[in-house]
């Protein structure tokens, strides 16, 4: 605070408590109308104060949705998504940062352009690798002529297939694949000092020995950073896991799941089953959010800038 | 700056890059490719391959009046959310980097809506603005047939663009507060001392200094709103009523997996594509260079 002024205080505080409703108002209404009875939650306007179906609301939704097994879906992409970027990027990062090697710049630019262009916009396509993700290498070797020599020589025609729809590998792959962590890791490795990687080179240990023993221990906050960023957003991912999908009874996440909650246009409009399932749907990333917030913030950050 | 210090390991580097480099290629590089292959080819109906047909698919969509007035909603939708979320979060912020007693915790709630996935925050938004349940549906009692998002365009484009600007304010807010912290205590001290009030200091010393900020976050925030709006149309308006609501990111969705036409569905995202780098473009080059108050 630079002055005494008790009636700006005042103003900040009335702004600032303001704020707090906004963006309260569309937690609290969730929560609210989760907890109430159907006859409760058809009144308009609807009331501000709590009543007591949650847990049965909850139950209800938790069957109409089978959010059990959706549940553990979205539970093993999210780690997937989090555990593969933040070993990938780490590795990729040190690879670009530590070593001299000619392609380096190349291979970094290859990756950072990744970030230009969201999944969303190259949907369709990204959908059709998907069905054989090992098109690409099919169509090297045909460019190559090594299919055709291969069957001249042996008689085998060769076709690489690798069907990644509805598996945990589609789900969690393409969302792996940008450049997000990798350059948060560039970012903070480049600031590692020069005489560490001397000192350890003094000391006898080779590169990896390196990367194990110093770099990873002292990336700790950077990953913890990451790994709430890629949590989050994995998590709350709709569009990819609607598409790859077909099979949403076995490998369906929550999120897919809150449309089916939504009361059908004719039907009951029993918004409280809907609200109580939204309510544990958004749960988890929430909750990673406000325990991690000091680390992610800076992650947050330092990863866009 | 170099660094001196530098492994030389043959092999090594190449075999620590090659998994995150092979995904890059098979899930961001070949797609890309094939985006741009299936824009300028149809497929024939009865089998036999694509055929080259130059930029027939894309004077398709461009001769396609409703495509025009799908873009033009497309950037109103982006240009309001970008406005009003960072609106609404340079606010919070300028106010919580006063820390005043307590504002801590306004700090971390603000924060929230980060984590929220669209689609749940827009099953709770319909619930909210729906027009026989909730809260904004209230006033349909008193003037009925005031409010209604299922047969009004112009409610349900204002519904989904509320909900996707309150789900940005977390992450805009983030940002401006941490640019506010960066300013040094002393210019604001200065600015105090030469009378100028908060406001006038917002305005004349912290919103200047930010401006760095500020443009990253338009171009950001644009492209979010470009691109990450699928899940909040899906689950509250399918995109209707009548096309109400349909956003770039939506018809590609919707002729592309619904139509089948892979190719104006391509040459769709070869357009948003060009779009979003363009955007980044000129946050690289022309915000970068344009905005420097070092």
């Known amino acids: ?305 | 700056m170099e660094r001196r210090a530098y492994y030389k390991n043959g092999g090594l580097p190449w075999l620590l890059i090659a998994p995150q480099l092979i995904l890059v290629l098979v899930f961001f590089y070949w797609p890309t490719t094939q985006a741009l292959y299936w824009a300028f080819t149809l497929e024939q109906p009865w089998g036999g391959g694509n055929t080259w047909v130059g930029f027939a698919n894309f004077l398709g969509i461009f001769r396609d009046g409703q495509y025009w007035a799908m873009v033009g909603r497309s950037a109103f939708y982006a240009i309001a959310t970008t406005a009003i979320s960072m609106v609404i979060a340079l606010t919070l912020a300028a106010f919580v980097d006063r820390s005043l007693k307590g504002t801590k915790l306004f700090q971390s709630v603000f924060v929230w809506p980060y984590a929220i996935a669209a689609p749940a925050a827009g099953v709770a938004f319909r619930f909210i603005f729906s027009p026989d349940a909730g809260l904004v549906g209230a006033i349909n009692q008193i003037w009925p047939g005031l409010w209604n998002p299922a047969i009004n365009g112009a409610h349900a484009l204002a519904m989904v663009i509320v909900c996707h600007a309150w789900l940005g304010i977390g992450y805009n807010f983030i940002f401006f507060l941490a640019a506010l912290q960066m300013i040094p205590r002393s210019l604001s001290e200065a600015g105090a001392m030469d009378g100028a009030r908060p406001f006038r200091r917002m305005m004349d010393l912290q919103l200047p200094l930010i401006t760095p900020t500020v443009f990253f976050l338009i171009i950001m925030n644009l492209i979010s709103s470009f691109t990450d709006s699928f899940g909040l149309i899906d689950v509250m308006t399918e995109g209707g009523p009548i096309g109400s609501t349909e956003v770039m990111v939506y018809n590609i969705y919707v002729d592309g997996f619904k139509g089948l036409d892979y190719s104006g569905a391509a040459a769709q995202s070869i357009v948003l594509m060009l779009l979003v780098i363009a955007l980044t473009f000129v946050q690289f080059k022309w915000v970068e260079k344009r905005v420097h108050y070092n």
């Not at chain 1, 979205?74 to 670009?96: Q, Y």
């Not at chain 1, 970030?115 to 169509?139: C, D, G, H, K, W």
């Not at chain 1, 004719?266 to 109580?276: I, K, L, S």
């Open chain 1, 1 to 305: 605070m630079i002055e005494r002024s008790p009636f700006f205080d005042f103003v900040s505080y009335a702004a600032m408590i303001l704020g707090l409703f906004l963006v309260l108002v569309p937690f609290w209404i969730t929560f609210v109308a989760g907890s109430m009875s159907l006859p409760e939650v058809a009144r308009v306007p609807i009331s501000m104060l709590p009543s007591g179906h949650l847990f049965e609301n909850i139950q209800t939704a938790w069957v109409r949705a089978d959010l059990g097994p959706k549940m553990v879906n979205s539970l093993i992409v999210a780690s997937g998504v989090t555990i593969g970027k933040i070993t990938l990027a780490a590795l990729s990062a040190f690879s670009i940062v530590f070593f001299n090697y000619r392609a380096r710049m190349l291979c970094f630019w290859l990756i950072f352009i990744t970030l230009m262009l969201p999944l969303e916009v190259r949907i369709v396509p990204t959908y059709s690798i998907a069905a054989n993700a090992l098109l690409p290498f099919q169509f090297l070797l045909d460019t190559l002529g090594i299919t055709w020599l291969i069957e001249t020589v042996s008689g085998i025609r060769v076709g690489l297939e690798w069907n990644l729809l509805n598996s945990y590998t589609g789900l969690i792959l393409p969302l792996v694949a940008t450049a997000t962590g990798t350059f948060l890791y560039r970012q903070f490795f480049m600031t590692i000092p020069d005489e560490l990687v001397e000192a350890s080179k003094m000391d006898g240990s080779g590169p990896l020995r390196f990367f194990w023993d110093v770099l990873l221990p002292l990336s700790r906050t950077n990953m913890l950073a990451l790994a709430t960023i890629m949590f989050v957003s994995s998590w709350n991912q709709y569009l990819w896991p609607l598409l790859i999908t077909t099979d949403r009874t076995n490998y369906g996440t929550v999120v897919m799941q809150l449309k089916a909650l939504i009361p059908a246009q004719n039907g009951t409009p029993d918004w409280n089953v809907t609200m109580a399932g939204a309510l544990i749907i958004m749960l988890p990333p929430l909750l990673v959010v406000a325990l991690m917030q000091r680390w992610f913030v800076r992650g947050l950050i330092s990863r866009d800038k």
